[in-house]
């Protein structure tokens, strides 16, 4: 099974680009659909974005489209989150996210994904 470990969160401030790191282990890593999800305290985790097995197929929530890209590189087993222009709100911590379900679909629900990163923070000044 993939385990994952997630890494380049940090304290920056608004407008600032930051890029996340997710590597997988396991040599099946490249068969597994990914995604980001993020949370803040008192709140439920919520979808960010995902990534098919392939990298041919990306899908992100309204909040990060155009400021964030999602992407992979199977060879590495590592999956990042490219983000620009942050906002205040986009203050988190940051999980990856691995599943094996049919990977014909692209899934925004965390019940849908079983394998989850440690997480990183995310801190965003304004």
């Known amino acids: 099974q993939v385990q994952l470990v997630e890494s380049g969160g940090g304290l920056v401030q608004a407008g600032d680009s930051l890029r996340l790191s997710c590597a997988g282990s396991?040599?099946?890593?490249?068969?597994?659909?990914m995604a980001w999800f993020r949370q803040v305290p008192g709140k439920e985790r919520e979808f960010v974005a995902a990534?098919?097995?392939?990298?041919?197929?990306?899908y992100y929530t309204d909040s990060v489209k155009g400021r964030f890209t999602i992407s992979r590189d199977n060879a590495e087993n590592t999956v990042y989150l490219q983000m620009d222009s942050l906002k205040p709100e986009d203050t988190a911590v940051y999980y990856c996210?691995?599943?094996?379900?049919?990977?014909?679909?692209?899934?925004?629900?965390?019940?849908?994904?079983?394998?989850w990163g440690q997480g990183t923070q995310v801190t965003v000044s304004s």
């Open positions: 396991g040599r099946t890593f490249s068969s597994y659909n």
């Open positions: 996210a691995a599943t094996n379900y049919d990977t014909r679909y692209i899934y925004t629900s965390t019940a849908d994904y079983p394998i």
């Open positions: 990534i098919s097995w392939s990298g041919s197929s990306t």
